[in-house]
């Protein structure tokens, strides 16, 4: 007899698995199937920020930006060890443009045609006023003016910049995030499928029968309700898989990211504007390196062969190489990555000026079905609580939002506790490093001691990796964080990779095929 379940969940990104948390929270039986890993797409390739979206006021998204600062504070409070505070330096130039398709620019063309597209110093702060009070700040702090003189801050710029303002906005491992919602919509009663495809989903009676594939298997469920949220893939889930017409449209863009060497000697990001209108963000990244980026280029073709071009590489390069004082060449480029965001089509002119917010649309055409189109990372939770308000009348006398401020695995502990919590395994484990502590701490935060259970040596870990990856954490992220293969574990359960020979990670797969 075919598994029945409440709710079924095609697409294991930030959204599905979001959803499937928050679904199972409300005592709902769900069931999520992915057809690669969990965060194998888009969710793992983001600029890895919970941000308001500053640049997005520039396009009137005053209610997109609203949300998103709220949500930065409750997300913070679930998840200490993976997202923190970070501040931002915004150096100021009189070369600064707007984008010109922007209706901030459309306006300001006409009311202050001697501007001639600059962005005024003025309406700059003007903007980070609004950022700091739209959305209720209370951790945060706020926006202040910087002297880049004999700082920090300044001493990786070039001497022309003087002056800059200092704001605030989040970091967080985006990829773990997935992750971590994915194991409490578990421990919740939800059921995770992971290299597990749909192929076939269609309306029998009351339900849903879904039909999917697993290792060469054929397995047949049942839903009252389904929900696509199989991001860039889900227009071809809507044709191909449920073979239906609709009306929405999802585009496809590329935002690609270069990893550098480290380029300043201080934990704050930059966030960089270019004469062409766009701006970048250059942030401090696994501690010896810089992440710059995004890109924003209309993407045609499979997401997943999505790439870093030579020509965004260079791009990016030069846009960082407008501010930066020793200059990056491409020998200076470790790392690329690429994801497609599968933004909702709103007929804008061009992808960045393309609409970030999310749009559910559902079909109560016979069993429900409940289509994600866009959304981004920091409003994932909203965006899980909106669709619940969608499906709700078809599940009566379940409980109300709930997820706010609930902890996420291994973050049960205050927000300034994470030194804390270094200092503690430091000295319940007196054979790890600091490097190596902060890093357990920052992905597992209190589940940590867990992984090291009674060692009392590295040795007692098991087989040693490399970069600190032992034997005893590469078993749990296999048991306990769906991690199948190397590159699970070393580009999206970690950043190990960055670190890491070939050699090494291929003993990685090898022991992990073995198992």
Not at 46 to 73: D, N, Q
Not at 274 to 282: E, H, L
Not at 491 to 510: F, H, M, N, P
């Amino acid at each position: 007899m075919a598994a029945q379940y409440d709710l079924f969940i095609i697409g294991g990104g930030i959204n599905g698995c979001g959803i499937a948390r928050d679904a199972a929270g409300r005592g709902l039986s769900v069931c999520l199937a992915e057809m690669g890993d969990l965060g194998g797409a888009t969710s793992s390739a983001s600029t890895k920020l919970f941000h308001g979206g500053l640049r997005y006021l520039e396009f009137f998204e005053f209610s997109l930006v609203r949300h998103a600062l709220a949500e930065r504070e409750t997300l913070l409070r679930a998840m200490p060890h993976i997202s923190w505070p970070m501040r931002f330096v915004l150096p100021l130039s009189p070369e600064m443009r707007f984008d010109s398709k922007t209706p901030t620019s459309r306006l300001l063309g006409a009311l202050m045609p001697w501007l001639r597209g600059r962005r005024p110093d003025w309406l700059i702060r003007l903007g980070l006023f609004l950022y700091d009070h739209l959305g209720g700040r209370k951790i945060l702090p706020g926006t202040k003016t910087l002297q880049l003189q004999g700082t920090a801050e300044g001493a990786a710029l070039q001497d022309r910049f003087v002056k800059a303002y200092e704001y605030s906005d989040c970091w967080v491992e985006d990829a773990r995030l997935v992750v971590l919602n994915a194991r409490d919509a578990e421990a919740r009663g939800a059921r995770i499928l992971t290299r597990t495809k749909v192929i076939a989903a269609s309306r029998a009676g009351d339900h849903w029968q879904v039909t999917l594939e697993r290792d060469g298997l054929a397995e047949v469920v049942t839903a009252r309700a389904l929900v696509n949220a199989a991001g860039p893939w889900v227009a071809d889930v809507v044709q191909g898989v449920i073979r239906q017409n609709s009306r929405e449209a999802v585009r496809l863009v590329r935002g690609s990211h270069i990893v550098v060497p480290r380029v300043a000697q201080h934990d704050k990001a930059y966030f960089l504007q270019g004469a062409d209108g766009r701006v970048i963000f250059a942030i401090p990244y696994e501690n010896d390196f810089t992440l710059i980026g995004t890109t924003d280029a209309d993407h045609q073709g499979d997401p997943l062969a999505a790439h870093c071009t030579e020509v965004e590489r260079d791009y990016l390069i030069a846009f960082a190489n407008q501010y930066l004082k020793t200059q990056l060449t491409q020998a200076d480029v470790v790392w690329t990555y690429s994801g497609v965001r599968p933004l909702y089509d709103d007929g804008a002119t061009s992808a960045t000026a393309a609409t970030r917010d999310y749009v559910l649309s559902l079909d109560e055409n016979g069993p429900v079905l409940l289509n994600i189109f866009g959304g981004k990372i920091t409003t994932y939770r909203k965006l899980a609580e909106d669709a619940w308000d969608k499906l709700k009348p078809h599940f009566p006398g379940r409980r109300a939002h709930w997820t706010a401020g609930v902890s996420l695995p291994g973050g049960d502990f205050p927000v300034d506790g994470v030194d804390r919590l270094i200092a503690d395994l430091l000295d319940r484990y007196p054979f790890l490093t600091q490097g190596w502590a902060t890093r357990l701490i920052r992905a597992y935060g209190t589940e940590a001691r867990l992984i090291l259970g009674d060692a009392t040596s590295a040795a007692d870990l098991g087989q040693d990796f490399g970069a600190t990856l032992t034997e005893a954490e590469l078993r749990w992220l296999m048991t306990h964080e769906y991690a199948r293969t190397a590159q699970d574990v070393v580009w999206r359960r970690s950043k190990l990779g960055l670190r890491l020979g070939a050699d090494q990670i291929a003993a990685i797969d090898g022991f992990m095929a073995a198992q």
